[in-house]
């Protein structure tokens, strides 16, 4: 699969249209650029751009850029709310896809000395790039700003990672590193920008200085006043949200405020967002409020509501969670067809979309009707007493309807290494030696997922079972054609896993994986059984009353 690495420049302009269109098209135009979002400000005087693309494609994209902005951008005359060093102030390279962050590293680096190649100006590294310790934090780096610089390039301990250390008027400097994904998430309050920073300092991790550290770990935090909307914000950076997660930073925002009496008006990302960050908020809202949400589209909607992400602008969830903006139809060829283009395709002259994929799909056709019959019956008054059991067994198997799509492409993913490795050079005993070993790491791939499927189907027979004892009494045919499906996915997947067992060399993981795999497909034959004999057990004048 392609790699791909996220690009954040922060350019420093904010309000003029043209040099924002000029630089925008710099980077489109640059080859295997995707340019998801340009998110200008007028008060910070400042755009945050955001594109992606191969390590290679978004060096370039980002030079390009750069080149576009310095016949455009004179330092000299700029002003703003937000901290800078230069013309390009920042510019992050974040891991997106099959790439890691010594890939992001590298990308920093040969960034960082072709710009001051191409421009003569100095280039520090900062984050996870940093060759010193002091300039990992960008705030550090970031001290004193642009108009610092004539002095700061004086000294030794800020001698520039690439480039001169000259001061250059018209661009500044310019920092580059890579990081893990930033969020930047800014908390609105009616209230002066003294009073949002005051806050900013009891929250951020640096807090007041060394003798009063801040309440959150890894944010970052001033407070500004938003001049175009008329409201203070707490601008923060959430360095790492799986360890302080975006409802954390609000709900504190929203204690201290409370305390100073501010009333807190929503709130806005800038740039783009993870959906896991979402969605780590979703579901703490959704357990601490006791609620039950399963679709993600809701629990993305819910999240925009707590948080009022559309109080100064719609938020579109397509535009906004990169996810949506990458993970696009090509990563996902088979589940993104329609039902008759799969149908066909499975038809076609090709060994993959096989036996793999159409197992999964029958699979995931299966969890999705026991989930449809829990919603059948969930909510209605006649089964009021059951909503407890549907709120248990309903999110089961939403979830493994999603993890089953997943597979369907995965398969067949997998079929194509094996395919690859046959195609691979066999003159030399090298080359044979590499071959051999491709495609016995592609066989045991062929194998894993569709033992994955048949173990994923594995757990969901008890919540079936439960289904057809409780759910809606009309949809039992749907809980019985669901039996069927699951079944019968499993009996894909014993098939699939035997026909490719026979080619790999490693005897101990064959017997293993054989001897899963029949367990699995006999539980599979005893538990739809089970579960269609429940069925028929079912008396619909006496059950629950009805």
Request: aromatic share 6%.
């Amino acid at each position: 699969m392609d790699q791909l690495v996220e690009c954040v420049p922060n350019f420093s302009e904010g309000r003029n249209k043209k040099v924002i269109d000029a630089i925008s098209a710099a980077i489109s135009g640059s080859a295997g650029c995707s340019l998801l979002d340009v998110d200008p400000g007028a008060s910070t005087n400042r755009t945050v751009f955001t594109f992606v693309g191969s390590p290679a494609a978004v060096v370039e994209g980002a030079l390009s850029a750069a080149r576009q902005a310095s016949t455009l951008i004179d330092m000299r005359k700029h002003s703003g709310e937000h901290p800078r060093t230069g013309a390009l102030d920042v510019c992050p390279f974040v891991p997106v896809r099959n790439v890691s962050m010594d890939d992001c590293v590298h990308c920093a680096d040969i960034f960082g000395q072709k710009l001051a190649e191409l421009l003569h100006v100095p280039v520090f590294l900062y984050g996870e790039a940093a060759r010193k310790e002091s300039r990992r934090n960008l705030p550090s780096v970031r001290s004193g700003e642009y108009e610092a610089l004539p002095d700061k390039l004086k000294l030794s301990d800020w001698s520039p990672d690439f480039g001169p250390a000259l001061f250059v008027p018209s661009w500044g400097a310019t920092v580059t590193g890579a990081r893990k994904f930033l969020v930047a998430f800014n908390v609105n309050l009616i209230a002066t920008k003294e009073q949002a920073h005051r806050i900013a300092l009891d929250l951020r991790e640096q807090g007041r200085g060394k003798d009063q550290p801040g309440l959150l770990q890894k944010v970052q935090a001033m407070g500004w006043y938003l001049d175009e909307a008329n409201i203070a914000q707490v601008s923060t950076n959430i360095l790492d949200y799986e360890l302080t997660p975006l409802h954390t930073v609000h709900q504190e925002v929203c204690r201290v405020a409370e305390e100073l009496k501010l009333p807190v008006v929503g709130s806005q990302i800038v740039g783009l967002i993870p959906l896991k960050a979402v969605m780590d908020s979703a579901d703490f809202y959704i357990q601490r409020d006791g609620l039950f949400i399963v679709e993600e589209e809701h629990k993305v909607r819910l999240v925009i509501s707590k948080l009022g992400l559309d109080s100064l602008g719609p938020f579109n969830p397509k535009e906004r969670i990169i996810e949506y903006m990458v993970m696009s139809a090509e990563l996902r060829p088979l589940v993104s067809s329609s039902l008759q283009q799969f149908v066909r395709s499975v038809g076609a002259r090709s060994a993959a979309p096989g036996g793999g994929s159409v197992s999964a799909v029958v699979a995931a056709l299966g969890a999705a009707l026991g989930a449809m019959v829990g919603q059948m019956t969930y909510g209605k008054r006649q089964f009021e007493k059951e909503d407890h059991v549907m709120r248990r067994l309903i999110p089961q198997f939403h979830e493994a309807t999603t993890k089953l799509l997943e597979m369907v492409d995965q398969d067949a993913l997998a079929f194509n290494s094996y395919m690859v490795a046959l195609k691979m050079p066999k003159k030399t005993s090298e080359e044979i030696k590499r071959r051999t070993a491709a495609m016995q790491e592609g066989l045991q791939a062929a194998v894993a997922v569709p033992l994955a499927l048949a173990e994923k189907i594995s757990v969901l027979w008890s919540p079936l079972k439960e289904m057809v004892v409780y759910g809606n009494i009309a949809c039992k045919s749907d809980a019985q054609v669901a039996a069927k499906a699951l079944e019968t996915a499993v009996f894909g997947a014993y098939f699939n896993v035997s026909i490719n067992l026979k080619d790999i060399a490693d005897e101990d993981f064959t017997t293993a994986t054989r001897k899963r795999a029949a367990v699995l497909l006999q539980e599979a034959k005893e538990s739809a059984a089970g579960v269609l004999l429940a069925a028929d057990q079912r008396d619909q004048s006496s059950l629950h009353n009805l």
